[in-house]
C-alpha cells in the first residue's frame, strides 16, 4: 500500500518525505487556501515546488466545474511536471473530463466519491485514482471503511486497474483498517501518519533500555 501526505503544506511534505515512506502528495483547494496560496502563478508555482520536494504522484485539483475549462486547466497542470496528477470532481463533466484525459494519457484521481456507484462510473471513465473520502463518511454516522471495501472488491472482480485511494483519513485505525481492506493507496494528514510510530509498551521498553544502558557506563 503506497502512502500519501494530504497536505500543501511545504514543511509537513518535508517531514514525511524525509521518513523515507512517502510515495506522494494530495491536494485539494481547501487545503491550497489553507496555506494562503492566492493567484494563479502562486498555485501552479506551489505545485512545482512540491514535485521538487516529492519523486512520486502528486495530485492538483483542477478549479473549474465546465468540461472546457477542466480540460483546460489539466493540461496546464500537467504541463508542469511529469508527476502531476490531474484531480477532478466527482460530477457530471467530471466523468467526461475523465475519459478524456485518460484517452489522452494524463493521469487523474477522481475526487469527492461517497459511494460504490461514483466509484464505479470513476472506473469506468479509466480514473488512475479513485479517492473516497471515508472520514467524511464516519461523519455522517455512515462506515467509510464499509465503501472501501465495497469498492476495492468490485474493482477486484471486474479487473479494473482504477487505484482506490482512501482519502479523508482522521486516524491511526483508518490507516490500518485500509491496509488491512486492499486499499491500493492512503492519503493522510501528517499526525495519523506519525501516529502509526506510537505504541505505549514501545515508550516503556525504551526507557527501561535507556536506563540499563546507563548502568554498562559506555
Ligand atoms: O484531499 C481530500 C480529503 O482527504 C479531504 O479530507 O479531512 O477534509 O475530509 P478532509
Same mark, same amino acid.
Given at each position: 500500500?503506497? =502512502?500519501?501526505? !494530504?497536505?500543501?503544506?511545504? %514543511?509537513?511534505?518535508?517531514?514525511?518525505?524525509?521518513?523515507?515512506?512517502? !510515495?506522494?502528495?494530495?491536494?485539494?483547494?481547501?487545503?491550497?487556501?489553507?496555506?494562503?496560496?492566492?493567484?494563479?502563478?502562486?498555485?501552479?508555482?506551489?505545485?512545482?515546488?512540491?514535485?521538487?520536494?516529492?519523486?512520486?504522484?502528486?495530485?492538483?485539483?483542477?478549479?473549474?466545474?465546465?468540461?472546457?475549462?477542466?480540460?483546460?486547466? +489539466?493540461?496546464?497542470? +500537467?504541463?508542469?511536471?511529469?508527476?502531476?496528477?490531474?484531480?477532478?470532481?466527482?460530477?457530471?463533466?467530471?466523468?467526461?473530463?475523465?475519459?478524456?484525459?485518460?484517452?489522452?494519457?494524463?493521469?487523474?484521481?477522481?475526487?469527492?466519491? =461517497?459511494? +460504490?456507484?461514483?466509484?464505479?462510473?470513476?472506473?469506468?471513465?479509466?480514473?488512475?485514482?479513485?479517492?473516497?473520502?471515508?472520514?467524511?463518511? !464516519?461523519?455522517?454516522?455512515?462506515?467509510?471503511?464499509?465503501?472501501?471495501?465495497?469498492?476495492?472488491?468490485?474493482?477486484?472482480?471486474?479487473?479494473?486497474?482504477?487505484?482506490?485511494? +482512501?482519502?479523508?483519513?482522521?486516524?491511526?485505525?483508518?490507516?490500518?483498517?485500509?491496509?488491512?481492506?486492499?486499499? %491500493?493507496?492512503?492519503?493522510?494528514?501528517?499526525?495519523?501518519?506519525?501516529?502509526?510510530?506510537?505504541?505505549?509498551?514501545?515508550?516503556?521498553?525504551?526507557?527501561? =533500555?535507556?536506563?540499563?544502558?546507563?548502568?554498562?557506563?559506555?
Amino acid at each position: 500500500m503506497q =502512502f500519501f501526505i !494530504d497536505t500543501a503544506n511545504l %514543511d509537513q511534505i518535508r517531514e514525511a518525505n524525509e521518513l523515507g515512506i512517502l !510515495d506522494g502528495v494530495t491536494t485539494n483547494p481547501s487545503l491550497m487556501a489553507k496555506e494562503g496560496i492566492k493567484g494563479r502563478a502562486s498555485i501552479l508555482k506551489h505545485y512545482v515546488d512540491i514535485c521538487e520536494i516529492v519523486d512520486g504522484p502528486v495530485s492538483a485539483e483542477v478549479l473549474s466545474t465546465d468540461y472546457e475549462g477542466m480540460i483546460a486547466e +489539466a493540461h496546464e497542470l +500537467a504541463g508542469l511536471h511529469k508527476n502531476i496528477v490531474v484531480k477532478i470532481p466527482m460530477i457530471k463533466d467530471g466523468i467526461k473530463a475523465i475519459r478524456y484525459l485518460t484517452d489522452n494519457g494524463i493521469p487523474t484521481n477522481c475526487t469527492l466519491v =461517497f459511494s +460504490a456507484g461514483q466509484a464505479l462510473l470513476a472506473a469506468k471513465a479509466g480514473a488512475t485514482y479513485v479517492s473516497p473520502f471515508i472520514g467524511r463518511i !464516519d461523519d455522517t454516522s455512515n462506515d467509510g471503511l464499509q465503501l472501501i471495501e465495497q469498492i476495492v472488491n468490485i474493482y477486484r472482480y471486474h479487473g479494473f486497474e482504477t487505484q482506490v485511494l +482512501a482519502a479523508s483519513i482522521r486516524n491511526v485505525n483508518h490507516i490500518v483498517k485500509c491496509a488491512e481492506l486492499g486499499a %491500493d493507496v492512503i492519503t493522510s494528514p501528517l499526525p495519523s501518519i506519525l501516529g502509526l510510530l506510537y505504541h505505549p509498551l514501545t515508550d516503556l521498553g525504551m526507557a527501561k =533500555f535507556i536506563e540499563d544502558t546507563r548502568k554498562m557506563e559506555l
